[in-house]
């Protein structure tokens, strides 16, 4: 279509546009969707595969696949409250146990576990890191936050 000229036996009408609009959002969107899934595939991990624990023998070969934005926030309070000693993705350091870890499953820990360790602290009794203190600052709010992320971080990392 030139200004409002139609070429003969192709008519031009807001309905056609708008589909071809259409059509090629959603192109684009699949092509960014394929895009994005690729990037992600190819990404290195941004944690630490392979990370040797100095109180086990076991490694974590960890996965640390992009967080949904709804655990975002448990992220943040995990990192500010439990990873000095966790480790940045629940890999463990030579201050504390791995969260990818089948002691860590719902079956064998369950969520209320985590809330005593947290905001009670907990006697040593899977690792030889010693007494879990209690998480100065931590509040239930924060544990309602961080525990869907960990069980979310799990589920990833192929734990339960």
């Given at each position: 279509?030139?200004?409002?000229?139609?070429l003969p036996g192709?008519?031009?009408?807001?309905?056609?546009?708008?589909?071809?609009?259409?059509?090629?959002?959603?192109?684009?969107?699949?092509?960014?969707?394929?895009?994005a899934t690729a990037?992600?595939?190819?990404?290195?991990?941004?944690?630490?595969?392979?990370?040797?624990?100095?109180?086990?023998?076991?490694?974590?070969?960890?996965?640390?696949?992009?967080?949904?934005?709804?655990?975002?926030?448990?992220?943040?309070?995990?990192?500010?409250?439990?990873?000095?000693?966790?480790?940045?993705?629940?890999?463990?350091?030579?201050?504390?146990?791995?969260?990818?870890?089948?002691?860590?499953?719902?079956?064998?820990?369950?969520?209320?576990?985590?809330?005593?360790?947290?905001?009670?602290?907990?006697?040593?009794?899977?690792?030889?890191?010693?007494?879990?203190?209690?998480?100065?600052?931590?509040?239930?709010?924060?544990?309602?936050?961080?525990?869907?992320?960990?069980?979310?971080?799990?589920?990833?990392?192929?734990?339960?």
């Open positions: 279509m030139i200004g409002d000229a139609q192709n008519p031009v009408t807001r309905e056609s546009i708008m589909q071809k609009k259409l059509t090629v959002l959603l192109l684009l969107a699949i092509s960014l969707t394929a895009t990037t992600a595939q190819q990404a290195p991990s941004t944690g630490t595969p392979g990370h040797q624990m100095g109180n086990s023998a076991e490694k974590i070969n960890l996965r640390t696949p992009r967080v949904p934005f709804k655990y975002g926030l448990g992220m943040n309070r995990f990192r500010a409250l439990c990873s000095s000693c966790h480790g940045k993705w629940g890999d463990g350091t030579e201050q504390g146990p791995p969260l990818l870890h089948d002691f860590y499953k719902p079956t064998h820990h369950a969520d209320a576990a985590f809330y005593q360790a947290a905001l009670k602290g907990v006697k040593a009794h899977h690792w030889t890191f010693g007494d879990m203190p209690r998480v100065e600052g931590a509040t239930t709010k924060d544990v309602d936050k961080i525990l869907p992320f960990i069980r979310w971080l799990q589920k990833e990392n192929g734990i339960y």
